[in-house]
């Protein structure tokens, strides 16, 4: 099995590689987080934009699987599948969900706006999706899974959540109205026990015992990780190469590749830190070349050049066996380009390290400036056709992380990719 995740905040262009990648494999499975994702894959002249599916969806030869280690909102996925439906494509056929995929509920999202309400100016910056009250019930021992929507008995399940949620709502001053979203929800049920619960462990293993091809794909980033990112700005599940063997059920000695997608500089949605961060017209050009805005939330991301502590880190704590550069082309409208290579601490002394208090300490980035490379074109077939500055960028990368390039995107069409 081989993992493709982010090494960053995120939003890093995962769903556009697994689409473009999906083709060599047979199987296609996510293994954490929800409908906080957005996948965003470009093909035909059309945008396609995913939150729970796996990005392996619109090539039918390939089975997709969403994994025990995601949260599962069936309002959402029922509007995501009916997108499918309007294109052609037949879901029913060749997507499976995990039993054991922990639920969100109506009052989930609310507890979530509740609770992020309540914080104030400490508020994480969360999508309101419901996410992180719904890994709270399943570390409590009291989630629904996806595998109690098939039972006789899943209303009186679902009734002993809903009253346990009003007592929180309540205590925490939020004003409920449920008719709407429940009947929404109770429908978006009934039309999910149209696909496939399974044991999804027992299938990819099985799938690998046969020799197939099997790419956890995952959402969100490492510097985002419940455990190793920047905390508590963070999201509530295990975003590094660790969470797709508990998020799948596969044991370790069965991953081959570790395949690390990062931009060629930095975003961020939301609060928290974010050493490199601009906030001047270079980080507002950076916005507006790339388009930086979440395809979940629409908010403007957060803009700044690359930050090497950070990749180095994320490149460490995954074990990464090869790196894809995204949205090379975006940095093509600079004469100049900026990496951080050092942070300088309070002190006045340099690391390279990310600071276990990164939230409260002050961190000057140290730049190394590179020159700039102008426009990729389209028809570009190999590396040494590439620019000669861009050259030096992407080999600085791999001498500063000790891991390979294996491909850079140069524009969200599948087509706008080379492969090394």
């Known amino acids: 099995m081989d993992i493709l995740l982010g090494l960053q905040w995120g939003d890093e262009g995962k769903g556009k590689i697994v689409d473009f990648l999906a ?12 409908p906080n994702a957005g996948h965003t894959l470009h093909f035909d002249g059309k945008k396609h934009v995913l939150h729970q599916i796996p990005s392996g969806i619109f090539h039918t030869q390939i089975q997709n699987i969403i994994g025990n280690g995601v949260v599962f909102d069936p309002v959402i996925f029922k509007t995501e599948i009916q997108k499918l439906q309007d294109r052609g494509l037949v879901p029913t056929r060749n997507l499976f969900i995990s039993k054991k995929a ?47 929507l098939f039972e006789d008995d899943f209303e009186d ?17 939020y004003e409920v109205d449920l008719a709407q979203e429940q009947a929404a929800f109770f429908s978006a049920v009934k039309f999910l026990r149209e696909f496939k619960g399974i044991n999804s462990e027992y299938m990819i293993s099985k799938a690998l015992d046969e020799g ?7 959402a969100q980033g490492t510097l985002l990780d419940i455990d190793f990112g920047s905390y508590p700005f963070v999201t509530s599940s295990n975003t590094t190469a660790s969470g797709a063997c508990s998020g799948l059920g596969v044991a370790p000695n069965r991953i081959k590749k570790v395949l690390g997608i990062f931009k060629a500089y930095c975003t961020r949605v939301g609060s928290g830190p974010f050493p490199t961060e601009l906030h001047d017209k270079t980080g507002e050009k950076l916005r507006e070349q790339g388009a930086e805005f979440g395809a979940t939330t629409g908010r403007p991301r957060r803009c700044g050049w690359l930050d090497l502590p950070a990749l180095r880190y994320a490149v460490m704590i995954n074990g990464v066996t090869e790196l894809l550069m995204m949205k090379t082309d975006v940095l093509s409208a600079f004469d100049q380009v900026e990496i951080c290579t050092h942070y300088e601490l309070p002190d006045g002394s340099h690391t390279q390290e990310l600071p276990y208090d990164l939230c409260e300490t002050e961190i000057k980035p140290i730049y190394q400036k590179f020159e700039g490379w102008g426009s990729i074109p389209k028809n570009v077939e190999k590396f040494e056709d590439l620019h000669p500055n861009l050259q030096k960028y992407i080999a600085f990368v791999e001498a500063q992380t000790g891991v390979g390039i294996s491909l850079i995107s ?5 087509t706008e990719t080379l492969m090394r």
């Open 410 to 414: 140069f524009g969200p069409d599948r």
């Open 212 to 218: 197939k091809s099997v790419l956890a794909e995952g």
């Open 157 to 173: 399940r679902y009734d002993r959540s809903l009253k346990r949620h009003l007592q929180m709502l309540q205590t925490l001053g």
């Open 102 to 148: 922990q639920v969100i509920l109506p009052t989930h999202r609310m507890l979530d706006a509740a609770q992020e309400r309540n914080k104030g100016k400490d508020k994480i910056g969360s999508t309101l999706k419901g996410i992180s009250p719904a890994y709270q019930d399943k570390i409590a021992r009291a989630g629904l899974r996806v595998g109690d």
């Open 23 to 34: 083709p060599k494999y047979d199987i296609i499975a996510r293994f954490q987080g929800g």
